[in-house]
């Protein structure tokens, strides 16, 4: 059992849908894999692909990026627009990259969706655990002087 | 006092950082005049010996270009920074990896075979590919003959040593290297791993279109200079063309936007940027200006190769540092 891979996935989820959702998981008493590391953040149009690289740079499994359902849920309008031109693009980017489409999930969650959360959760970390860690070739981007 | 002594050393580079260093023309009288050169392998006979001969930290200023990519690369700017008092990252390649730095979405196998045949004009019926070590007769002896190892990947500079400066461009201009040299003689040197020689405002707001340019920029499509040409004295990026001018370090003097072609990014990236690429990415999804998944991928698709626009000169500094590779992985590229 203690042997287990266990994927550990970097969520973004914005403050006004997303994160409400995952609130509202807890509250609900929904189990859910403690894979997870959230980040809250204002709205799914402040995270930027950086954020996203740095992740999976640093050793994330796999990234989430949670915002309200488009067209019109956003508290800002169209911040969930701007995320879904950014990742839709980025997605591609990824994939050049090696990183396998499992491993980035743009999902939008109102703050009603408790279940969805806890779905795309489940879902993701069993996808995860099959694909096994990336192993990352950033632990050996600098070599040692000599 | 004796002048100060300046190396120059060139790793995986096309010569293009040399040519910027002759482009100073006269003022090539005046560099002469102020610093003696004392390893420059693209123009004087020196060897690693004599190098090896100098006293620790006896050169002032090495300025390397290039990236890192055969272990000889590596002994070299090791050394170098052994004798070194400052070391200089000197254009893209040797600051970012650059455009050499894109054979990091290939292992060295991949490479070698497609150099050596596949390539449609190449023709090897033997399969002769360089090996590190091979034996031949000449005038009846046999000899050995050996050639430096290739690394797994490009590294750039400050990836295999400390750097203390760089200096951007592909190549810098001579205006670029110009300033940043009379920086170094100064004296007065700024703090450590800054960029020597351009500015810290964007391509943008220097450029000579960018009164032109919409305050909301909405594209409904993406143009590639391969198959058209753009109009003169209109902001590229309102006109549809991928130009990577507000992401992008100013301080080339607009160089290509002058000769009608869009930025793609050799000055790399503003102060604040973590990933080049990720940046450029979210700048120009952001101003597409459709709101559906289908649309979107459509204006996507009209680009084919967007890590190679995006990330043209930054892949081996990236996040990511190129294409992650996994075991029993396909070798098929998307």
């Known amino acids: ?146 | 006092m004796s002048k100060p002594k300046v190396a120059w050393y060139w790793c995986a580079s096309c010569g293009g950082c040399e040519e910027s260093f002759v482009d100073l023309a006269e003022k090539l009288l005046d560099v002469f005049g102020a610093v003696d050169i004392v390893f420059c392998p693209v123009a004087m006979d020196y060897k690693k010996e004599d190098v090896e001969n100098m006293p620790d930290k006896s050169i002032t200023v090495s300025f390397i270009n290039g990236g890192v990519r055969l272990e000889e690369h590596l002994e070299m700017v090791k050394l170098l920074r052994r004798k070194s008092d400052i070391v200089v990252a000197y254009g893209a390649c040797s600051s970012w990896g650059g455009i050499p730095g894109l054979a990091n979405l290939y292992n060295v196998k991949e490479i070698i075979d497609r150099k050596y045949k596949e390539v449609p004009t190449v023709v090897n019926l033997n399969n002769i590919t360089p090996r590190e070590e091979t034996e031949v007769d000449i005038d009846g002896y046999r000899v050995k003959l050996s050639l430096p190892r290739v690394l797994d990947r490009l590294y750039p500079l400050d990836q295999v040593i400390d750097v203390d400066y760089y200096i951007p461009g592909c190549p810098p201009t001579s205006e670029v290297f110009w300033n940043a040299l009379n920086i170094l003689l100064s004296g007065e040197l700024p703090p450590k791993g800054s960029i020597l020689g351009a500015g810290s405002k964007s391509l943008c707001d220097t450029c000579p279109l960018n009164e032109t340019k919409p305050d909301k920029l909405e594209l409904t499509e993406l143009k590639r200079i391969a198959n058209t040409i753009p109009k003169l004295d209109e902001c590229l990026l309102a006109q549809g063309y991928i130009c990577l001018g507000p992401v992008t370090r100013g301080g080339c003097g607009a160089l290509c936007i002058n000769a009608n072609m869009p930025c793609t990014g050799c000055f790399g990236p503003l102060d604040g940027i973590i990933d080049y690429g990720g940046k450029a990415a979210s700048y120009i999804a952001s101003i597409i200006s459709y709101d559906e998944l289908e649309e979107l991928e459509k204006v996507y698709d009209s680009i084919p190769d967007w890590v190679g626009i995006l990330y043209k000169y930054y892949l081996a500094a990236s996040k990511l540092g190129g294409r992650i590779r996994r075991k029993k992985e396909v070798v098929k590229d998307g």
């Open chain 1, 1 to 146: 059992m203690g042997d287990r891979y266990e994927p550990i996935i970097v969520v973004f989820a914005c403050n006004w849908c997303s994160y409400a959702a995952i609130d509202l998981a807890g509250t609900s008493r929904l189990h859910y894999p403690p894979n997870v590391r959230v980040i809250k953040v204002m709205c799914s149009g402040r995270v930027d692909p950086q954020f996203v690289l740095e992740a999976f740079a640093d050793g994330a499994d796999g990234v989430i990026v949670a915002g309200c359902h488009p067209p019109a849920d956003c508290h800002y309008q169209n911040g969930n627009i701007k995320a879904l031109r950014r990742f839709t693009l980025f997605k591609r980017i990824l994939a050049r990259l090696g990183i396998e489409k499992e491993r980035f999930r743009l999902e939008w969650i109102s703050a009603s969706e408790a279940k969805k959360w806890v779905e795309v959760v489940n879902e993701m970390v069993n996808e995860l655990r099959k694909l096994g860690p990336l192993k990352n070739r950033v632990e050996v981007r600098r070599l040692v002087e000599a």
